[in-house]
């Protein structure tokens, strides 16, 4: 069951203790909004998609669960990529602990019972700051939705290739992410 949200302003927001229980929480339209706690296809493929982003470092860093802050919004994707060179870091050379900027790429995995248009705005808010790349998976229907800068977002089903961020040499398509949901199979 998703918290009916609650008006408030953003600092007042990120100064609550709530916001840092699970399900997380959100800041958007002056409102803190719980996600839907994750099912078990959804912590499939973001585990299974971590472990396949991480060949992208060092370029990148992927993460999952990163409370991003920025543009009066503060969103927690499923995974969040990030370029090393724009990460905030404090004096000791260390990531600091409040990431106030739009991630490079934001992937996020459609619960059931998850406002999709909820998600979607979060993306288009991702991409009106900087983000190149934005994928809504949607396991139930078994396709993704690719959001970039200044274009139509496009569904990719089955053998089609999915776009990446362009210095990444990492090829997967949606029929690729969704056999990681086939278990007892060799991945």
């Not at 000791?92 to 900027?101: A, I, L, R, S």
């Not at 990446?164 to 040499?169: G, M, S, V």
């Amino acid at each position: 069951m998703v918290a009916t949200p609650v008006q408030l302003s953003l600092d007042s927001f990120l100064a609550s203790d709530y916001i840092e229980t699970s399900p997380a929480w959100e800041y958007l339209n002056n409102a803190a909004v719980q996600k839907p706690m994750p099912k078990f296809r959804h912590s499939i493929l973001q585990k299974r998609l971590l472990f396949a982003l991480t060949a992208i470092e060092p370029q990148y860093l992927a993460l999952p669960e990163l409370r991003c802050t920025f543009g009066d919004r503060s969103i927690v994707p499923d995974i969040t990529v990030i370029a090393f060179e724009n990460i905030q870091l404090d004096d000791y050379g260390e990531p600091e602990d409040n990431f106030t900027k739009a991630p490079d790429w934001s992937l996020e995995i459609l619960s059931p019972n998850q406002n999709v248009h909820r998600v979607v705005d979060n993306l288009l808010h991702c991409l009106k700051f900087g983000t190149q790349l934005g994928w809504l998976i949607d396991p139930g229907d078994r396709s993704i939705l690719v959001f970039k800068p200044n274009q139509e977002p496009s569904i990719f089903r089955d053998e089609q290739l999915l776009p990446i961020l362009p210095e990444i040499t990492l090829e997967l398509t949606p029929q690729t992410i969704f056999q990681w949901l086939t278990l007892g199979q060799k991945q």
